[in-house]
């Protein structure tokens, strides 16, 4: 029972233009949401979070949302870098229980 | 440098040998956990601990074993290595206590069961 799903193992985006990554969850007590990073032959990196009392949480060129109601949130980079090639985890979440179930990953490439 | 170091990097173990990957923090963290990245799978929770002297099992156990004497250290112990547990394996420590719920990683111990 996959609780975190990215339904898209990998995405192509053109440099400059917005990255859109996708995440759903099905567990409705999970309150705390991340993305993280991740480079070939390096561990994940985190990258932003959010809660679930707000609906948006920006840093710089990244922006998660987040849509309880439909149980999904997703990452938006704008503009796209190359450096910003790398697979993407989503991962929820309980305050307070620190375990954190992790989605599957979707590999984001940039092309200049 | 501070953070998380797992040793080795690397290891190729035969069918039903026995080894231990090492993981190590020294930012005082609480919680450390295993976890396993198999391609299409995610990253999957093998143990967890919330300090020193107590564990606990995540999604997927079976064929491991962890203690934790120490707040530093989290061992990961495989008994009779299977090549179902070939794998890349990622340590991680966190400390809720500071309000951020995000997890150092370290940079992975990539093992082949042959």
């Known amino acids: 029972d996959q609780q975190v799903k990215q339904n898209s193992p990998s995405l192509s985006v053109q440099e400059g233009r917005i990255s859109i990554l996708n995440c759903d969850y099905t567990n409705s007590m999970f309150d705390y949401f991340l993305w993280y990073k991740k480079y070939p032959a390096e561990g994940p990196t985190f990258l932003i979070s959010?809660?679930?009392?707000?609906d948006k949480n920006e840093d710089g060129r990244f922006t998660v949302f987040l849509n309880k109601s439909a149980k999904h949130l997703s990452l938006h980079i704008v503009p796209s870098q190359p450096g910003d090639s790398a697979v993407y985890f989503c991962?929820?979440?309980?305050?307070?229980?620190?375990?954190?179930?992790f989605g599957q990953g979707t590999r984001l490439t940039i092309n200049p | 440098n501070a953070g998380v170091t797992q040793t080795p990097k690397f290891q190729v173990l035969k069918t039903g040998q026995s080894m231990t990957l090492q993981c190590a923090q020294d930012?005082?963290?609480?919680?450390m956990s295993w976890y396993r990245q198999d391609p299409g799978m995610g990253l999957r929770l093998i143990h967890y601990?919330?300090?020193?002297?107590?564990?606990d099992q995540g999604e997927v156990p079976n064929g491991y074993n962890v203690s934790r004497s120490t707040t530093e250290d989290f061992p990961l112990r495989l008994l009779s290595a299977a090549p179902s547990q070939t794998s890349v394996y990622f340590c991680?420590?966190?400390?809720?206590?500071?309000?951020?719920?995000?997890?150092?990683f370290g940079s992975g111990t990539r093992l082949t069961v042959v």
């Open positions: 991962a929820a979440g309980i305050q307070g229980a620190q375990k954190l179930v």
């Open positions: 991680a420590s966190s400390n809720a206590g500071t309000g951020h719920y995000g997890y150092t």
């Open positions: 601990s919330v300090g020193a002297g107590i564990t």
């Open positions: 959010i809660s679930s009392i707000k």
């Open positions: 930012m005082n963290h609480e919680y």
